[in-house]
């Protein structure tokens, strides 16, 4: 009788970002022969390939780089309160660096299918190239906004000039000035790129389909004072990241919105909407994102906002979003993005109004008028969540294809694992707590080492998800996501993408519960020995 081949790794890793640097790191810890395999020429992930104009955190800086080294968080200094995309490019190449990492990293490597072989317990993994390599675990840490969608409109190739998605900047600098340049898009890429261009720029014309929300970052260098206290309090702020609802230094606030007079609720936006990051969104009122009534008192406090920066009201009307309330999409945080409509340099489109027709060979053509450009940039966003899966043809039992499981919304076991593709474990992927996001990962990566050490100890070569497991995590998120203001809105967290096939339905894709009672369902299941899982 042959005998089975023994796998070429214990572990691969698909991406080479902070989840993929982090499990790479946790599975060599363990003595496993790991391989991860990275489209780009370098690690980042994110941002490795986000190099836009602007592009930076709107997480506190020294809430998002990694928590597991005690040396390396008294090595690394940020430098702003949210720290721009070429510093921590820097951070997470410091990283690779320091725990030589790169080694087991294969650049250059588009994974294009994985397979599933029932009589070896193994994944195949081909690439782009051609070339395979099989594998005992396959571990996708592919992200949740890594596959950048362009928009369905006639013409794209035939422009003469130069053309960008933000997801995909050249590395090499670009050149601004005198330029006349179109913005399409504003949402969180739209408004770092546009806020930060329009003083380079010769004119700027932003194509507008759906105004966002946006509130101040309120970023700002970090001195030496305030570096020692970051440095000094990192246990207290990592334990704080690990009580809050979504893993932010900010929470909550335990009242409603009308339990205080409209005196002291306005004070309070007030003084929301002055401070840094997050807090206007996710430490405002607790009733903001689910209740109608409370959700329209913050709307209209920053629609009063745009109205006072913005010196056109024709304009600040446009900028003012009508099909959404206040946070119920993902929030961006601008620095003086209303300010540059009041630029003469700056034009806003609403294509609402005069729609895009095509792209033109000068540039872009609306029901109005033809614009010319010399630069066109697409903030056009992500198909996301599930739209780094679907690059992949991923195999699992008999042939059973993930995009085809998948049709109708992902199926999944606490956002990990998926009935029918043994051996699969995705961190980050649908129905897991993103919040923020790195504390996320490194909870996520140290339950799926755990679960390998445990099936290695035990000499387990098959780990499945069963299929009433995954029916009822599903139902679980899906009933979380009920009542949520957001799950009512178009946007890349209902799954909704209009220039993707297929996708033009809401799903509910993400977990809707606090981090806590995600990482308290997830740590019973390791409790228990994972008995809820098919092993063998």
């Given at each position: ?192 790129t546009i806020q930060t261009i329009a003083g380079q720029v010769g004119h700027l014309t932003v194509f507008q389909r759906t105004a966002n929300w946006a509130a101040p970052l309120h970023n700002g260098k970090?001195?030496?004072e305030t570096q020692a206290k970051i440095k000094a309090g990192y246990p207290e702020m990592f334990a704080r990241c690990r009580e809050t609802f979504a893993c932010f230094i900010h929470t909550t606030d ?187 990962i490194e909870y996520s990566v140290d339950w799926v080492t755990g679960l390998i050490e445990f099936a290695i100890e035990k000499g387990l070569t098959r780990l499945e998800a069963t299929p009433d497991g ?67």
């Amino acid at each position: 009788m042959e005998a089975t081949p023994i796998p070429d790794f214990d572990a691969i890793i698909i991406g080479a970002g902070l989840s993929g640097l982090y499990q790479l790191y946790r599975l060599r810890e363990q003595g496993l022969k790991v391989r991860v395999f990275e489209a780009g020429t370098d690690v980042g992930g994110t941002w490795y390939w986000n190099r836009y104009p602007g592009a930076r955190f709107d997480s506190e800086s020294y809430s998002y780089g990694y928590s597991f080294s005690k040396e390396l968080l008294q090595e690394w200094e940020w430098s702003e309160h949210f720290a721009g995309q070429p510093e921590t490019l820097r951070y997470i190449n410091y990283v690779a660096d320091k725990f030589g990492l790169r080694r087991d990293i294969q650049f250059r490597s588009r994974v294009t299918t994985a397979v599933y072989d029932e009589d070896s317990r193994s994944w195949t993994i081909t690439l782009e190239d051609g070339s395979r390599v099989n594998s005992r675990f396959l571990i996708t840490a592919i992200g949740p906004l890594s596959t950048p969608t362009l928009p369905n409109i006639a013409g794209r190739d035939d422009f003469k000039g130069a053309s960008f998605h933000t997801a995909r900047w050249p590395k090499e600098p670009v050149d601004f000035a005198g330029k006349r340049v179109a913005v399409i898009g504003t949402g969180a890429t739209g408004i770092q790129t546009i806020q930060t261009i329009a003083g380079q720029v010769g004119h700027l014309t932003v194509f507008q389909r759906t105004a966002n929300w946006a509130a101040p970052l309120h970023n700002g260098k970090i001195d030496a004072e305030t570096q020692a206290k970051i440095k000094a309090g990192y246990p207290e702020m990592f334990a704080r990241c690990r009580e809050t609802f979504a893993c932010f230094i900010h929470t909550t606030d335990p009242r409603g919105a009308f339990e205080v007079s409209d005196e002291e609720r306005e004070a309070n936006y007030e003084r929301l909407y002055g401070e840094r990051g997050f807090g206007i969104w996710i430490g405002n009122f607790n009733d903001i994102l689910i209740d109608r009534k409370a959700n329209a008192t913050i709307s209209d406090f920053v629609a009063r906002k745009i109205r006072q920066r913005v010196k056109d009201q024709t304009v600040a009307e446009k900028l003012i979003p009508r099909n959404h309330g206040f946070g119920t999409r993902r929030l961006p945080l601008e620095t003086l993005y209303y300010e540059v409509y009041n630029q003469d340099n700056v034009e806003l489109v609403d294509i609402k109004e005069t729609p895009i027709e095509r792209i033109t060979p000068k540039g872009i053509k609306t029901s109005d008028r033809e614009y010319e450009f010399d630069i066109i940039i697409y903030a056009t966003g992500f198909d996301a969540i599930t739209g780094s899966f679907d690059k992949i043809d991923f195999r699992g039992v008999g042939g059973t294809r993930l995009k085809d499981k998948w049709k109708r919304g992902p199926e999944t076991y606490l956002g990990i694992m998926v009935h029918e593709f043994p051996n699969m474990l995705m961190l980050m992927g649908p129905h897991t707590a993103l919040g923020n996001i790195p504390r996320s990962i490194e909870y996520s990566v140290d339950w799926v080492t755990g679960l390998i050490e445990f099936a290695i100890e035990k000499g387990l070569t098959r780990l499945e998800a069963t299929p009433d497991g995954v029916k009822s995590w599903t139902d679980h998120v899906r009933e979380l996501g009920e009542g949520m203001l957001s799950n009512e809105v178009d946007s890349w967290m209902t799954g909704i993408n209009s220039n993707v096939e297929g996708k033009q339905t809401r799903i509910v894709a993400r977990y809707s519960g606090s981090a806590p009672a995600y990482r308290a369902r997830c740590d019973d299941v390791a409790a228990k020995g994972y008995a809820e899982l098919r092993l063998s």
